[in-house]
T-cell receptor, first 111, second 117 residues
Framework: SQQGEEDPQALSIQEGENATMNCSYKTSINNLQWYRQNSGRGLVHLILIRSNEREKHSGRLRVTLDTSKKSSSLLITASRAADTASYFCATEVNGGFKTIFGAGTRLFVKA | DAGVIQSPRHEVTEMGQEVTLRCKPISGHNSLFWYRQTMMRGLELLIYFNNNVPIDDSGMPEDRFSAKMPNASFSTLKIQPSEPRDSAVYFC???????????????FGPGTRLTVL
């Protein structure tokens, strides 16, 4: 079964609106990462948050991590049509190199 | 740096044929990952290497799949014999393992789109 699971599976919003995606995981982690994948392309790393961090910002991105609830959220503010992509959370399991990806959230931003 | 390089970008083959996918990781990275992505199963980790040594191959679907990393700058994923259900996009990624354990950001290649007829 997936370690990380994103919610919702798909999200459609208007340009300028904020987009929030959630990720839940099952076991203790070293860090949690968010990646973006444009159609037909490889994944691109967006942001990494370590298990001892609670919030992190990068440009229009804001990531939170709640280790007590084993969940994370990715907020994209003032969305643009170019943000249309699939977004994946990936968790690195404690003690190992293994990073496990969730099923992803498909975001569609309408111009 | 050119990033992670994969070849070929597209491969169409017939069932039963041998397929070899190639990956050149980013110079200096010591961890390498092979993933498979399909609509049905999403992104699956097949195998990963650290310092050229396979650490976990539990994601390799069956004996038809094998992966090697003869040196720090090259890895192959081989499918022999190939089957239609192997059709997918195969990604290679590399990263730098951290001294205290775990890895940093993974950098993905563009993928190889495999179609087995």
């Amino acid at each position: 079964s997936q370690q990380g699971e994103e919610d919702p599976q798909a999200l459609s919003i208007q340009e300028g609106e904020n987009a929030t995606m959630n990720c839940s995981y099952k076991t203790s982690i070293n860090n949690l990462q968010w990646y973006r994948q444009n159609s037909g392309r490889g994944l691109v790393h967006l942001i990494l948050i370590r298990s001892n961090e609670r919030e992190k910002h990068s440009g229009r991105l804001r990531v939170t991590l709640d280790t007590s609830k084993k969940s994370s959220s990715l907020l994209i503010t003032a969305s643009r049509a170019a943000d249309t992509a699939s977004y994946f959370c990936a968790t690195e399991v404690n003690g190992g190199f293994k990073t496990i990806f969730g099923a992803g959230t498909r975001l569609f931003v309408k111009a | 740096d050119a990033g992670v390089i994969q070849s070929p970008r597209h491969e169409v083959t017939e069932m039963g044929q041998e397929v070899t996918l190639r990956c050149k990781p980013i110079s200096g990275h010591n961890s390498l990952f092979w993933y498979r992505q399909t609509m049905m199963r999403g992104l699956e980790l097949l195998i990963y290497f650290n310092n050229n040594v396979p650490i976990d191959d539990s994601g390799m679907p069956e004996d038809r799949f094998s992966a090697k990393m003869p040196n720090a700058s090259f890895s192959t994923l081989k499918i022999q014999p190939s089957e239609p259900r192997d059709s997918a996009v195969y990604f290679c990624a590399s990263s730098l393992a951290l001294a205290g354990g775990g890895t940093d950001t993974q950098y993905f290649g563009p993928g190889t789109r495999l179609t087995v007829l």
